[in-house]
C-alpha cells in the first residue's frame, strides 16, 4: 500500500491509537511499548490497525539487536501464553456436560494468545516472511531456553498450515532463472558447496544437470528447499566425477538414472516443516514425464554421522569392530591421510563400507531409528539403502564428517510406499542385497576375529 | 500425477492398504466403507496412502446423493468429534500442574480429529476446491442439524487459515478475461443480474466501467468475491442509468467518482469467511493509483431488509410511522404499483427516504447492530451512510424487496478506522448530514401526526 | 507515447513542420493537404516527424469518407508511383557499364516512392493494423481501377516481409482465451457459421475440439486465420455429425483422427498473402506430438466452386454429363428439395459423387489446376483428394454452392511434398484410389450412355 | 519440428530432392554441392524443400573453416547476383513503354537473386540469429573484397525490413533479469568493461541504476544493443564516481537526472541497422512516465577519436594548436602521465576542454560532419552538446583514445526534433553555450599565441 494510503489511515485512527503508532513511528519522542503493541493487536478488530500494528511491530523488532530480540520474545513466551482463566472456566464448563459445545469452546480457550499474535503479525507487509526471519531467531534462542521452546510450537504450528503441501510450488533453476534467485541458490547449498558463478552453471545449464526448488506464493524471492539432479547412464559411485569440470555432456536420451546428489533446506526458519518428500517424489514424476528412459531414480548422499559416530564409541566397542590399525587408517582419512596405493585402498575398502554398513543398518537411537539424520529423511520417505562407495567423497568435509564414504538411496516407486510404512511402524531399514552382504561379510570378519583374538586389548586380524 | 504413476504406487501398498482401496476404486466387488477410509486416512501416515485415501473418499462423496451425503457427514460428526477420553486426561494433567507443557496438550488433545480429517481430504487433487463443494452442502444440511453445526466449525477454522488475505490474489476482470472465467462472473452476479454476454460487456469493456474479483492460488478458475465499479462523474442515485445501453462513456480523466454498484461472494461452501472488506479497499488503492483525479469512493447499494422489516412490523408500529395511504402506496410499490406521476411520486419520496432513514439508522438487532444485512457490511467495513434514494431501483427485485430505495455507502480513507471502531466497539453508526436530516424531518412528521391524531387508528398527516 | 511527449516534440518541429501539421491536428483552421504531407514523410528523415507525420497522415485517412479515401489512394497510386526520371538516368548508366554498382543503382531506383511512403506510415502507433485495414479499402477498389492494382503491389510486397512465416505464432484458442479473441472468432467463421457464445463453446471448450489461429506480434488481438479441428475415431462423411448438439464427446485417446472442418481467413486485407500451408503443418505437427495415437489428418471441406461450374456448362455439356432427370435433381437440391426417401438419395448419391470427382480432378483453368479454389488451396498444399461424400453438408449454403457434397483431402506427411511438387510442376492431382474409382465409373457410365443415346438431346441412361 | 516429422518429410521428397539431401546429411559419400543446394533452394517452391534445403545449407556453412566460409560467399556474391539478361529484357520494355508495369517488371528483375535465397535462408530454424551471424563474418571479409561488399548491401535491405522498429521490444534488465542473458550483458559492454557478476550487480540492481536493451522476436535470448543509466541530483563530470563501489545509493524520489553512461551495439552482424535512436527516445519516454521529477536526460560519454584525430595532425597544425608543453602533457595523459599536483592539472583543463570543443565543433569529415563517431550518433539522434569535461575518465582506455575528456549530450524533448533537422539537413552541431565559450576562449588564446609567435616552429604561449 502506498504512503497516501497509510498516513490517510493513520488519520483516521482514533487518538489512543495514533498516539500509540505515530509517537513511535515517526516522532519517537518516547520509548515504543511493545508489549501494549502487541495487545492491541490481539485485541483489536481493525483491519488497517491491525495492518499499522502489526507493521509497526515487525519493523520495531527488526531494529531492534540481539538481546532485545530475546527479550522481545521472551516478553511474548510469558505475557501471551494460555489464558489460565479462561482454562480453568472452560474445564468447568467439560466437567458439568461435555456436550459438543463444551468441547469446543475448552478447544478454543486452551490455544495459547500467541497464535492469534502470530496470525495477525502476518498481516504486515512481507508478513510472512519476516515471521520466518523471527523464527530463525526464536529457534536459535530456544535451545537455551524452555520457555521460548513453547512458544516456538505456535510458529510451528501456524507454518505448517501455511505451508501447506498444497501451496508449494516446484520451479526447475537453471540458467534461465533471473541472477536473484541463482545467487540464493549459491549461498544455501550445503552439501556440496558451489563455487561461484561458473561453478553454479556448470550444474544447472548442461543438458544432463537439472535442479529443482520449491516456492511458497507468499515467498516468491526466496528458495525454500532444492535438489540438485545430474543425468547419467551408470550409477555413479562417487562425487567428483559428478562435478567434474571437463566431464562430457551426455545426450538426454542416453540417461538412464537421475542422480540426486545434493538437496539443501535453504529457510532456517522453517526448520521442521516437512517438504523433502514431496519434492523427491514430485521431481521423479516431472523427470519420468519428461524423460520416459529414465529407469532407476537415486541419490548419491553423504553419511554426516559416520565419523561422529565412531569417535563417540567407548574404546572397547571400537576396538572390538575394528582392528588398531584400521582404526587409525580411519583417523587418518578424516585429516589429510589418504592412502597413497592402491592397495593400501583396496584393503581399507570393504572394512569402510562394511563399517558404514552396520552403522547405517544396525545402531538405532532411542526412537529405534538410524543414528544418520541423512538415512533417516531418506528411508523415512520410503526409499531404500542401495549401495555403499568407500573413497566417493574426498573433500575435506566428505572424509572428516563421513570418511569419504557415499551411499545410494534408491526410490523405486513400486516400493515406496511399503517401504516407508514398514519404516515408520517398525523401524524397518529397507536395504539391497549388495548392502546386506556387505554387513554379513563385516560381522563375519568381526567375529572371526574376535574368536582368534578373545583378549579385546590384542591386535586384531581385520 | 499421471495415471502410470498412480498405479506403481498402488502395487507398493501393503496388502492391507490395497484391499482397502483397490476393491473399492478399481473392482468395487464389495460396498465401501467410507469410515474404515476416514479412521485410516487420520491415523496413517504415509504420502501416498494419504494421497489415495483422500482420493478415494472425495470421489466416493461426489458419487453420493444428497441422502448419502447427509449420512456421511453425519458419520464424521459423530465418529471425528473430540476424543474424550484423551481430553479427561489432559484435563486431569492440567489439574496436577498447570504448566505450559500441560496446557498445550489439553489444547492438542481438544482438537476434534474431524480437523485433522479435513487437513489430510486436502490432499487430494484440487482438495480445497472439493471441500468447499462439501461445505456447500454442509451449510444447507446443518440448517436443521445442530450435529452438523459443530462439525461445520472445523470447516471455517481451517478455511480461515487456508483463505487468509495473504494468498487473496486480486486481479481485473475485463473483456480480455477468459470465457471460462467470465460465465462464472455471469453465473455468479447476486445484485443486478447479467443478462447475457452482451450485458456483461457493457459492464466490463467500457473505459468507465470495472469489475475486479479475489481469487485462490488453489482455486485459479473460481472467483471467491467480486465488486462492479462504475467510473462517474457525480453521484449516482439510481442504478438503471448506471447500466443504460445507450449511456455515453465518460472519458477516464472526467471521472470524479467510483461507484461500488454490485457485490457478489461466489463460493456458497466459503460462507462467513470475510473477503469483501479487503476487497473493497484493495480496490480504492488500485483505482486511486490509476486514477489519481477520484475523489469519490462510494456504493450504490441495495437495501434488501427494507420491505421485510416493515411487513413483520406489528400492525399499530407501522401506523405509528405511515399514515393508511402512504403504507397502502409503499405496499403497491412492492407490486407492479409505480406512481404514475410526478406528483405522487414527489410526495411519496420524503416518506420512503425517511423511513428508510429510520430503518437504517434507528432499527437494531439484538446486538444492538443496524438489521439490514448490507448495511452491516458497509458500516463494519468503516464507510459511512451517504445517502438514500427513493426510486433508484425500480426492477421487480428492487422494489419488491427494498420498496426501490437505494442507498450510497461512502469510503472516505481519512475516517474508514475510526467509523469501524465506533461501530464495532459502541454500534455507532456512520451517516452524513443529508442523512440525518431525513431521519430528523420523518420524526418530526411522525410525532407530529401522532399528536394530531391522537387515536392510533384514525388518519394520518403523513 | 504519451500526449506530454508528444506535445514536446511537437514544440521542437521547425515552423514549416509545426505548420504542417498542428495546424491540421489541432485547429483545422486550414484544409490538409495530405499529398504534402507524404510528400514530406518521404523525404524528411526526422524520427519524430516521421512519427508525427504518418500518425496524422492515418488519422486523417481514417477520418475520411469511402470517396474521400478513394481519392487518397489514388493520388498516391499517382504521385508516388516510379520515378521515371531517376529510372531513366540508372537505365543510362547500366547502358554503359552493367557492374553490379550500376544494376543495384537500377534496382534501387526502379522502386516505386510509395514503397518507402508505406514503410513509414508503417511508425505510426499500430501502423500495421492500420494499413492492413488501408489495404482492405484498396482491394476493393482496385476491381475496377487498373491503378489501384499497380499500388496493391508495393503492399503485398511488403506484407509478404512482415508477415514472413517467422512472425506467425501459432496459438490454441480454447474457453480460457480472452472473450475479445473469441467473439471475433465468431465473427470471423466463415465455412459453417457459429451462432453465438453456446454454439463457440461446443466448439473450443470439448477435449475431442480443437482450434488454432495464428497471431502477429504487431496485431496481438486481431488473429490472422484459424482452423477448426474435430478428433474423432473414424473418418466423418458429413458436418452435421461432426457439429450436432448432443454428440458424444470422444475420449482423447481414443481419437485416432484429426478433421480440419473448417479453415477462415480473418484479415481481407491480408488476402494473398499466404498462412494456410504452414498452419496446417503447425497444427498436424502439434496434435501428432500431443497426442501420438492420431493416424490420420484430413479436412472435411466443401466443394464451394461445384454448382456454379454446373450451372455455367453449356446445355450440350451438361447434358452430356447428366440425364435431364438428374440435373432436374441436382438443382432441386440446390433448393428446399432434398430427396425425401432413401431410394432416391441411393440413385443419386453415385451421381453427385461421380460428378464431383469429374469436376475436381478432370476440369481445369488456364494454368491447367482445379477450377475449386478449396481444392487448389488443399491441393496446393500437398494434400490428396481422398474420398467425395454426397448430403454431408445439407445447410441451405451447402446446397446451393456444393450440392450438398464434401470431400477429404488427406495430409499424409510421408507424401505431403512429393504431392506438393508434382502438384505445382506439372498440375498433378494426388487422389486416393476411391476417388479414382468415382471418377472412372462416372465416366463408363457417361459413355455408356453417350453410346446408347449418339444424339446429345436425347434421354440419358444416368 | 520433431525429427519424426522431418524424416517423414524426406521420405516425401522426390528422389531428386532426396538424393540432394540425404547423400549429404546422413551419408556424406559425396561432397555435397552449396551452389547446386542455392540454386534449388531459389528456384524449387516446396514449404519442405525450403526448409530442408536452409537447414542444409546453414548447417554445412556453419561447419566450414573461415576459408570455406570465403569461398561460399564468394560463390554467392558471383553466382546469385542480378540477372543481367533479365535486366535487359525489362530494359528494352520501359524503352517501348514506361507504363507502370514495365516499370514494376523492371524493379522485380533488377533484384539480386541473393536478396530471395538469403530471404529462404531465413525459413531454417533460428534462421534469422544464423544470418545475422553470416553476415558478421561477411563483413569482416568484405573489407578486402569489394564483390562481397555489394552482397553485404542484401543482407543490410532484409535485415532493415525484418528489424523495423516496430519489432523491438525494450526490456529493463535487472538482477531478476535471466543469468543467461546477463552473461550477454557483461561480454558485450563496449564502453566501461563490467568486471563480473559483482560489477554488473552494482550497475543493475541499486534502485538508482538501470540498464535497457532491445529484443527481437525471433532473437529471445539476444539483445541487440542496450543503455546504462544512472540516476542522479545533479550533473556528473566523471565516469569514476557514477561507478564507484563505495558509492550511497540515491533515493529514487531525489533524483532530478537520467545519466546515459554507457550505450553498447551487441550484434556485429546488424552494423549499420539504427537501434540506438530509438532506444534512447524510448527510455527517456519510459523513465519520464516512472519518475515525474525527472528533469534532465543526458549522456556521459567518451570522446573516442580525440587521440588519433590530434596525433595524425600534421606538426605544423598541431602546433598552431597547442604548445609544445601542452602537446607533451597530453601525450603524457595517453601513458600513464597523470598530472600529479593540482596546479597542473589546473592548468591542463582549459586547454582539453578547449581542444576537445574545437574537435567536436570546427573539425568536419568530408560530408560536413563531426569527426568523432559518438558524436555524430548523438548529434544525429537531435542531441545538443551540453558539457565537456577534462579528467572525466582516468581509466587506460579513457586516457588512451580521448586524454581523459568525456562530454555529456543533452537530450531535451522539445529541441530534439529541431537540432536533428538542422544538422540532418545542414550539418548544424547543436552545442550550449558553456561548450561555446569553452571553444571561443580556446580559440582566442589560440590566435593570441598565433600572434605573439608568428613563426609556427617558435614556442607557444598556450
Not at 550444474?203 to 526466496?222: G, S
Not at 540426486?260 to 514430485?282: D, E, M, T, V
Request: aromatic content about 8%; proline content about 4%; charged content about 25%.
Amino acid at each position: 500500500m502506498s504512503v497516501t494510503f497509510l498516513s490517510d489511515f493513520v488519520a483516521g485512527l482514533n487518538q489512543k491509537g495514533r498516539n500509540l503508532l505515530l509517537r513511535n513511528r515517526f516522532g519517537r519522542q518516547q520509548p515504543l511499548d511493545p508489549e501494549a503493541l502487541c495487545e492491541a493487536l490481539v485485541s483489536r478488530a481493525g483491519e488497517v490497525s491491525c495492518f499499522m500494528l502489526s507493521e509497526t511491530i515487525l519493523s520495531h523488532w527488526e531494529g531492534l539487536d540481539e538481546a532485545g530480540q530475546a527479550d522481545f520474545l521472551t516478553m511474548i513466551a510469558h505475557r501471551f501464553g494460555p489464558d489460565r482463566k479462561a482454562i480453568a472456566k472452560a474445564i468447568a464448563a467439560v466437567e458439568e456436560s461435555d456436550d459438543a459445545e463444551a468441547l469446543y469452546r475448552l478447544h478454543a480457550a486452551s490455544e495459547p494468545r500467541s497464535q492469534e499474535l502470530i496470525r495477525r503479525l502476518n498481516h504486515a507487509l512481507q508478513g510472512t516472511e519476516r515471521l520466518v526471519r523471527m523464527r530463525e531467531v526464536l529457534l536459535r534462542l530456544a535451545r537455551t531456553d524452555p520457555a521460548l521452546d513453547t512458544l516456538d510450537r505456535d510458529f510451528a504450528h501456524l507454518f505448517g498450515a501455511w505451508f501447506n503441501r498444497g501451496f508449494l510450488e516446484l520451479k526447475p533453476i537453471d540458467w534461465n532463472t533471473s541472477a536473484a534467485i541463482l545467487e540464493k541458490i549459491i549461498r544455501y547449498e550445503a552439501v556440496h558447496e558451489i563455487g561461484g558463478w561458473n561453478d553454479l552453471r556448470r550444474r544447472i545449464e548442461p543438458k544432463d544437470r537439472r535442479l529443482f526448488a520449491f516456492f511458497h506464493p507468499q515467498m516468491q524471492d526466496e528458495p525454500l528447499i532444492f535438489v540438485e539432479v545430474a543425468l547419467t547412464d551408470h550409477i555413479p559411485g562417487d562425487i567428483a566425477s559428478l562435478l567434474s569440470e571437463d566431464r562430457e555432456v551426455l545426450a538426454q536420451e542416453k540417461a538412464t538414472t537421475a542422480v540426486f546428489y545434493s538437496i539443501s533446506n535453504c529457510q532456517a526458519g522453517l526448520r521442521g516443516i516437512s517438504f523433502g518428500n514431496f519434492l523427491i517424489k514430485q521431481v521423479v514424476e516431472k523427470l519420468r514425464q519428461e524423460l520416459p528412459n529414465l529407469r532407476h531414480f537415486m541419490t548419491l548422499s553423504p553419511v554426516p554421522g559416520f565419523a561422529a559416530w565412531l569417535n563417540g564409541l567407548p574404546a572397547g566397542e571400537s576396538q572390538r569392530l575394528l582392528s588398531a590399525q584400521n582404526l587409525e587408517r580411519m583417523r587418518a582419512l578424516a585429516g589429510p591421510g589418504l592412502p597413497d596405493n592402491d592397495d593400501a585402498r583396496a584393503n581399507l575398502k570393504p572394512v569402510l563400507e562394511g563399517l558404514a554398513a552396520y552403522y547405517l543398518l544396525e545402531q538405532r537411537n532411542a526412537r529405534k531409528r538410524p543414528l544418520d539424520s541423512v538415512a533417516r529423511f531418506h528411508l523415512g520417505n520410503g526409499a531404500r539403502l542401495d549401495n555403499i562407495h568407500a573413497f566417493a567423497d574426498l573433500s575435506a568435509k566428505g572424509r572428516k564428517s563421513g570418511y569419504s564414504v557415499m551411499v545410494n538411496y534408491l526410490y523405486d516407486t513400486k516400493e515406496i510406499e511399503a517401504n516407508h510404512e514398514a519404516y515408520a511402524e517398525r523401524g524397518v531399514v529397507a536395504a539391497s542385497g549388495t548392502v546386506k552382504s556387505l554387513l554379513k561379510q563385516f560381522l563375519f570378519r568381526t567375529q572371526a576375529a574376535a574368536k582368534s583374538n578373545p583378549e579385546p586389548e590384542a591386535h586384531h586380524a581385520l
